[in-house]
């Protein structure tokens, strides 16, 4: 069942192949829902079965022998809200790209599909060869996403960001090895191996720092950031929606996996430096934030100094923080893929990102000003959105930590309704100006990504619960494998 | 044996259709035919069945076999692909043809001796052949200097070589391997001011011959001087051979006395890679920048020499999977330079500006080729890499494998331009839309393509034959 969960995008990204012109936007939407179909199927046998035996949500069968590679998939709870998330966003992003066209569509949107399968493969892999693969191959489409289609400046800005992530990665193979090579004759990377066992925490700290790095510059936390404001700027919308709703997430699952459970020890020798890196990201990007005059740049901005709240959280790591990374996980993904939809339509309308040119659009366009003005409160974290559920639980965890951190970090909520309601009263409210004169009103395409997004801000906002029970048991083990 | 004979032969027949104007598709055909046949032979009948001949002088066991069909398969790809490049020479063409297959009679026996007197022989049949081909752009300047430059170089390191046989020679009483070998097993505290300068010798020659760094110098000016079907032919075909007799003398002959020259190696690994990796990032021509590349991927297979300690049939197989990888994935990207020169008189990275528009499928060829030889997943040249750090770690050069990973990242960056170049950047005119390839071409382009994703994922296949 999850085998089938994790190949049909692969499929579907040749199947792409063999269509010629527009007709592949209509094919790749009604494979993605396909998907999105499958996944809730998934997550309901899930909940069924949530007492009895989880057996059908593993997968092993082995694959190179002579190294002991098997192809091993295990779903628990955090990686079926990922899961979700992804194949959610991804035919959200698909039709909020029907109105732009390009060239060579089967390409995009296959290159889309094949870096679904990465993202999936890397939620699902329990075997670290295979993830380090998945890892890789989520890579290398968004990588020609961006640098086909984007702004001037793409082409470099998009090889640093490779470099970059590379680089990263490639020590993360070199820890792997080492722990491969540590686990009992007849190596294997399978994760329970791995957690198997016993090192010395000298060398548990630094087979975290190589792990780390590879998760600290995808999520980013400050200082590894520098790739992704540039990255966000100039490549093309479903690019930054890829990169931001759901890639950066890949850093995030890859503590919780293949950190905490394996290398505790290490992971308690480097928290407390990284938990001080994390807050000083939040309030650092948040103050940038606050000088940009580019939108996208606000918004790439702004998401460093969320994810740098739940890397906060995560290496905090009490039951209430872990819990409230999960969902902030969920959260951050679909707000920030809503308000690049927000900003997409603008720019295409009035071919200017610029802050200061735009003005009045409410007067012209109320339904996109009510939508995104939801979706920039579920961002700043009001009471009654999702944002308020995800951060209220990060906060209170770290206040558990440490109450002065905590209340710095806290700042993230102010600063952050700093920027957002001065971009959505220069944006939405004021007078019209040239550029905004003609501007219209959501079409139908538009409402359907839209609707769907705020719809889910405002249900977890009112009742979490649906998510983070099935987390929940996920994130205890988390924990007691901390102690 | 059937292999040098039928191959000798063959060379001949070449040589003398050219004088009768025998048209040359059919010498083409007749040889990729004889290739493909005398490989087949090889692998199905030496196969787990040792075979020595001219009292042990030659010995073809199940490594020999395997770098054999290597080099066999590798040139027959070459030819299949050669037609973008013969398309622009009018004449002498079979004599091409004649020349190759003798080359690779002398690879045969670089990397089948079992006696020093035939690696020497094998080095220079190989070799003389070469050198002729390396000029044989009679009106090219450039050509010319490379060849005189190979050629003195090479008649150089001939005589260090003959030299440090000599030395060996005096030392132990023999040119045998195996006499030699249980020399050192009985001697294994031997150090020897002649014993040490022969050792020295023979690695200066060898790591000439696959152009690992200090002896590095004269591959950019040959890899760019020369015609570019040649330059595919030595990047790839000879490169095998002259790793395979390399691995062959030192980990077989001389690892009894492996403490000797594992630090050289580690050395001259750590200094092949790095060069050759940071000089090419300065690069605009993609010959050059291929010929730094290679010199960096000799510095990787220069590693799997240190895993004397390891289990012989992975040291084999860590060898054997980056070969291959290596060179089809090199093959393939030299098949696209090749035919963009059909065209274009440069070989400059700007000439591959929008080339996957204007010809999609010499763009994905592109794209596989230069992401196994950067060493990206699911392809097999990740593999290939991921084999050689494994077993560094293994062997507990931590240091050399961070060396390794750093200068991974560094070809990222090299190959990327000219990715670039050929995906994101628009051409300058029309004439890379004019490329025409035949129905063969193609195929053996897609199966070479669907060749190294599958080996990338299935890498037992090759892997785990010894």
């Known amino acids: 069942m999850i085998t089938a969960l994790l190949l049909f995008p692969l499929l579907a990204s040749i199947f792409l192949l063999f269509f010629k012109g527009e007709i592949v936007k209509k094919v790749a939407l009604a494979a993605a829902i396909i998907e999105l179909a499958l996944s809730v199927w998934v997550w309901s046998v899930f909940c069924s079965t949530c007492t009895t035996s989880k057996e059908a949500f593993s997968v092993d069968i082995p694959w190179i022998s002579s190294l002991g590679v098997h192809f091993a998939l295990k779903v628990d709870g955090i990686s079926l809200i990922l899961i979700l998330l992804t194949n959610f966003l991804i035919p959200l992003i698909i039709l909020s790209t029907y109105k732009h066209t390009y060239n060579k569509p089967f390409t995009f949107y296959g290159l889309v599909f094949a870096m679904q399968t990465g993202l999936l493969g890397v939620f699902m892999s329990y075997d670290a060869f295979l993830f380090y693969i998945f890892w890789e191959v989520a890579l290398i489409p968004v990588y020609f996403i961006s640098a086909l289609y984007g702004g001037k400046r793409r082409i470099e800005v998009t090889l640093k960001f490779f470099i970059y992530t590379i680089l990263g990665s490639l020590f993360m193979l070199i820890g792997i090895i080492y722990l491969y090579l540590q686990t009992p004759n007849a190596h294997s990377f399978s994760w329970s191996a791995f957690q198997l066992l016993e090192l010395s925490p000298d060398i548990q700290g630094l087979v975290f720092l190589s792990f780390f790095i590879a998760f600290a510059i995808k999520m980013p936390i400050f200082p590894f950031h520098t790739w992704q404001p540039d990255t966000y700027t100039e490549s093309n919308a479903a690019g930054t929606m890829l990169l931001s709703g759901i890639m950066l997430k890949m850093g995030i699952f890859g503590v919780i996996r293949w950190i905490i459970p394996i290398l505790p020890l290490g992971f308690m020798k480097w928290d407390d430096i990284v938990i001080v890196l994390a807050v000083i990201g939040i309030v650092y990007a948040s103050i940038i934030a606050i000088q940009q005059k580019d939108a996208k740049r606000l918004v790439a901005y702004s998401s460093i100094a969320h994810v740098g709240l739940i890397a906060a959280g995560l290496f905090v790591a009490n039951e209430i923080s872990l819990q409230g990374v999960v969902i902030q996980m969920l959260n951050h993904g679909v707000n920030v893929v809503g308000m690049f939809v927000v900003l997409d339509i603008i720019e295409s309308r009035t071919k200017t990102r610029e802050i200061s040119s735009l003005g009045g659009i409410a007067s012209r366009a109320p339904k996109l000003a009510i939508l995104f003005l939801i979706i920039l409160l579920g961002n700043v974290a009001l009471p009654l959105t999702n944002g308020f559920v995800g951060e209220f639980l990060l906060l209170n965890g770290l206040f558990g930590y440490n109450s002065y951190l905590a209340a710095f970090a806290g700042l993230t909520i102010i600063l952050g309704a700093v920027y957002m309601l001065r971009t959505f009263q220069k944006v939405m409210l004021g007078q019209l100006t040239s550029t905004t004169e003609d501007f219209t009103d959501l079409t139908p395409n538009e409402m359907a990504v839209l609707i769907p997004i705020v719809a889910v801000i405002l249900v977890i906002g009112v009742y979490p619960n649906i998510f983070t029970s099935l987390s929940a048991a996920d994130v205890k083990s988390l924990v007691g494998a901390l102690k | ?466």
């Open chain 2, 1 to 466: 044996m059937v292999a040098l004979i039928s191959l000798s032969i063959l060379g001949v027949f070449s040589m003398i259709a050219g004088l009768f104007n025998v048209n040359t598709k059919a010498v083409l055909t007749i040889s990729i035919v004889t290739i493909l046949g005398v490989l087949g032979f090889t692998a199905g009948f030496h196969w787990n069945n040792d075979y020595s001949r001219f009292y042990d002088m030659l010995n073809f066991d199940n490594y020999a076999v395997a770098f054999t069909c290597a080099i066999l398969g590798s040139t027959a790809i070459l030819l299949l692909f050669s037609e973008h490049f013969f398309s622009n020479i009018k004449q002498y063409i079979t004599e091409y043809y004649s020349l190759i297959i003798f080359s690779v009679v002398g690879m045969i026996a670089m990397v089948a001796f079992d006696n020093l007197a035939m690696l020497f022989l094998g080095i220079e049949i190989m070799s003389v052949p070469l050198y002729i081909l390396v000029g044989s752009q009679k009106k090219n300047l450039l050509s010319n200097e490379s060849s005189l430059k190979y050629f003195l170089m090479g008649a150089f390191t001939t005589g260090i070589l003959l030299m440090g046989i000599t030395l060996i020679y005096g030392e132990t009483g023999s040119f045998d391997l195996s006499t030699i070998q249980s020399y050192f097993q009985e001697n294994a505290t031997d150090s020897s001011p002649i014993l040490l300068v022969g050792l020295f010798f023979l690695l200066a020659a060898m790591a000439f011959k696959v152009s690992a760094a200090p002896f590095h110098f004269w591959t950019p000016d040959v890899y760019q001087g020369s015609p570019t079907f040649i330059t595919a032919f030595m990047s790839t075909v000879v490169k095998i051979a002259g790793f395979g007799a390399f691995f062959r003398l030192f980990y077989i002959c001389f690892a009894p006395i492996s403490e000797v020259w594992t630090t050289a190696i580690w050395v001259m690994a750590a200094l092949t890679i790095t060069i050759g990796s940071i000089t090419a990032v300065f690069q605009n021509d993609i010959k050059r920048l291929l010929a730094y590349s290679s010199i960096s991927h000799a510095g990787y297979m220069l590693i799997s020499l240190l895993m004397v300690k390891n289990v012989e049939s992975e040291a084999f197989g860590a060898i054997f999977y980056y070969v291959i990888s290596y060179s089809i994935s090199s093959i393939a990207l030299f098949s696209v330079i090749m035919a963009v020169q059909k065209v274009k008189d440069s070989s400059s990275i700007d000439a591959f500006k929008g080339l996957a528009k204007a010809n999609p499928l010499l763009g994905i060829i592109a794209a596989v080729s230069i992401a196994s030889l950067a060493g990206l997943p699911p392809t097999a040249g990740f593999l290939a890499k991921f084999y050689i750090l494994k077993s560094t770690v293994e062997s507990g050069y931590v240091w050399l494998a961070l060396i390794a990973v750093t200068n991974a990242i560094i070809g990222i960056f090299y190959y990327f331009k000219v990715l670039i170049a050929i995906y994101f950047k628009e051409a300058e005119d029309q004439s890379l839309s004019l490329i025409a390839s035949s129905l063969a071409y193609k195929i053996v382009a897609v199966l070479l393509v669907i060749g190294i994703l599958v080996l990338g994922i299935f890498p037992d296949l090759v892997y785990s034959i010894f």
